[in-house]
């Protein structure tokens, strides 16, 4: 199970409407369960949300720092931890 810290919560209960069209979440409590229920994961620099997303099966060849971190699913935290959650 991944650790999320409350920053993490916080930053995707403020910021959950860059992936979806509705509130998954309203508490932070709630965001912690979501969260923990889709496995999102955290990765500690931009290499890292890189190679996650090439994981994933997603095409990120030739994505600037810039285009990756306007990734729907990428939250920056601000701690330079990056919170990635696949819908």
Known sequence: MEYYSEECIN???KNQGQLFDRPVASTA???EEFLED???AVAGSLSEVREY???????VTGLST????DVAEVFPVGDGT???VEA
């Open 11 to 13: 930053v995707f209960l």
């Open 29 to 31: 409590e709630e965001a």
């Open 38 to 40: 889709c496995m999102a």
């Open 53 to 59: 997303l090439e994981e994933a099966g997603m095409d």
């Open 66 to 69: 810039e285009d990756l971190l």
């Open 82 to 84: 990056y919170l990635i």
